[in-house]
């Protein structure tokens, strides 16, 4: 697993924010992975 497992600590998702304004807005990005090797059949929920 290349990510520690501790989610937005952790360097998963990440928001930007001018502090004192965050009513202006959030930005944010989420890092995601995908297993190359993995299949779905959609028989599985």
Known sequence: ???PG???RGGLLR???REGRIEK???GS???GVDPDATH???DL
């Open 1 to 3: 697993m290349p990510t």
């Open 6 to 8: 501790n989610g937005a």
């Open 15 to 17: 928001l930007k924010y």
């Open 25 to 27: 807005g959030v930005a």
């Open 30 to 32: 989420l890092t995601l």
């Open 41 to 43: 059949d959609g028989t």
